[in-house]
């Protein structure tokens, strides 16, 4: 009898354990049981290696910031669903609230802090130019004077090349798209965050350019989170800064920048 009355019970919490997705993620919250499924919704403009892209091998989004925003998510008790958008639409969908949160290598601005919160920094980053391998004139960004010039449409880049007197800009809507116009000569250069370049001219084993030494400007990369959502912030922060204490912030970044002296 006891037998049997254990044997239902045990039947019992398994079920119930299934049926709560039982994750295994520390269980944080006992409330998490029942509470129907939070949805962490991102977006990325999914053009950005290694910190979001696409590899064709795989269907889930690879990067840093993937696994990041992942494992931000995981530690809140979220499941994060990753939407693509197109980088200068990032923020006109966390202002209409179709995202409620956008992890893409966002540099914190004061200007986007207009817009949105940002979380603590998560990675420091900067922008750099890339030639081609034969260029001999193009140094540092001074010589970028006079010349034709790629970003990304709604970067930093885009803003900081614009600031450069008699620069004529390109602006396209991806990073992929610039590397492709300088290579076929419709430009004279890049610019672009740093460890992007860095990854594109090594990684994918990219001939017939060059990154530059000269860095424009250091910059921290935040979360984006929906102006209102305060409370988002402060659970996201706090998230972060597990991870960080935790050590799992340190093996995503080794993950994908172990090797590199950057
Ligand atoms: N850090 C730059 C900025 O915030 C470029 C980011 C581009 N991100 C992307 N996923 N394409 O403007």
């Known amino acids: 009898m006891m037998k049997k009355i254990f044997a239902l019970c045990a039947a019992l919490v398994f079920g119930a354990m299934a049926l709560a997705g039982c994750g295994g993620s520390g269980g944080s919250s006992a409330s998490s049981a029942g509470s129907g499924g939070k949805v962490l919704k991102v977006g990325s403009s999914i053009d950005f290696a290694p910190f979001e892209f696409q590899d064709e091998t795989q269907k889930e989004y690879q990067g840093f910031d993937m696994d990041l925003i992942r494992a931000i998510g995981k530690e809140m008790g979220y499941e994060v669903e990753i939407q693509n958008i197109g980088f200068d639409g990032l923020i006109p969908a966390l202002e209409a609230k179709n995202i ?43 010589d970028l004077k006079g010349k034709k010039v790629a970003v990304q449409i709604g970067t930093t880049s885009a803003t900081e090349v614009h600031k450069i007197e008699g620069v004529e ?31 594109y001219i090594t990684k994918s084993n990219t001939k017939g350019v060059k990154g530059l030494q000269d860095f424009l400007t250091a910059e921290d990369y935040g979360i984006a989170i929906n102006k209102e959502r305060q409370d988002l912030q402060k659970e996201i922060n706090a998230a972060f800064k ?10 995503i970044y080794d993950k994908w920048f172990g090797g590199a002296k950057n």
């Open 100 to 142: 409620d949160v956008m992890i893409s290598g966002v540099t914190i601005n004061d200007e986007r802090k207009q817009k949105v919160l940002f979380s603590d920094p998560y990675y420091e980053s900067g922008l750099a130019i890339v030639v081609r391998e034969d260029n001999q004139d193009i140094h540092t960004f001074q």
């Open 169 to 199: 800009a390109k602006e396209l809507n991806t990073p992929a798209d610039c590397f492709m116009e300088l290579k076929t000569g419709g430009v004279d250069a890049v610019v672009n965050d740093r460890p992007v370049n860095d990854y």
């Open 242 to 251: 597990k991870l960080k204490d935790n050590g799992e912030y340190q093996k």
